[in-house]
T-cell receptor
């Protein structure tokens, strides 16, 4: 089946630890995105990548890092520098920027203990 | 800076009723507008995508309209069903990959 997968579904982390969230797509999409969703708020863009080995900061990139070594994969690392990391994280992809729909993964809920 | 507002924040209707969800945005220079559905704890499912040159899109019981000049979009759901219960998000995209989301409208359709 074609789609976007995120793992794990639930993630717990102790304060001060880095953690990496996985996002994989087999849709042959060029562009991939990471969003954060907090209760009662819309999604906010963390990072996006339009092509392999390239990525750009979104609105709230501080405390996060990404890599895009393969077209299919766009992992997000939540570092200890992120002050309020507890949130629901959504990964998305699209064929190209602008005209194409973004397709979303099922999300990862990160809780910092 | 683009701001996207969705009203109401929550809506409860009896099954079978037609309903309208509203989305407004402050910067009309958008590339497209997209409506999504989100079930609790899940990712987003794209419902309708309206390009900036279009006025509306239809899919089954859903109809989305776009009025760029007034910065408004509506999502019309006909003959609502309990399975329509979810949070509906609208998002506007600029041509630089900048996509802004509203906070969503939580819809409950009661049997």
């Amino acid at each position: 089946d074609g789609g976007i997968t995120q793992s794990p579904k639930y993630l717990f982390r102790k304060e001060g630890q880095n953690v990496t969230l996985s996002c994989e797509q087999n849709l042959n999409h060029d562009a991939m995105y990471w969003y954060r969703q907090d209760p009662g708020q819309g999604l906010r863009l963390i990072y996006y990548s339009q092509i392999v080995n390239d990525f750009q900061k979104g609105d709230i990139a501080e405390g996060y890092s990404v890599s895009r070594e393969k077209k299919e994969s766009f992992p997000l690392t939540v570092t200890s520098a992120q002050k309020n990391p507890t949130a629901f994280y959504l990964c998305a992809s699209s064929s190209s920027q602008g005209a194409d729909e973004q397709f979303f993964g099922p999300g990862t809920r990160l809780t910092v203990l | 800076k683009q701001e996207v507002t969705q009203i109401p924040a929550a809506l409860s209707v009896p099954e079978g009723e037609n309903l309208v969800l509203n989305c407004s945005f402050t910067d009309s220079a958008i590339y497209n507008l997209q409506w999504f559905r989100q079930d609790p704890g899940k990712g987003l499912t794209s419902l309708l995508l309206i390009q900036s040159s279009q006025r509306e899109q239809t899919s089954g019981r859903l109809n989305a309209s776009l009025d760029k000049s007034s910065g408004r979009s509506t999502l019309y759901i006909a003959a609502s069903q309990p399975g329509d219960s979810a949070t509906y998000l609208c998002a506007v995209e600029h041509n630089n990959n900048d996509m802004r989301f509203g906070a969503g409208t939580r819809l409950t359709v009661k049997p």
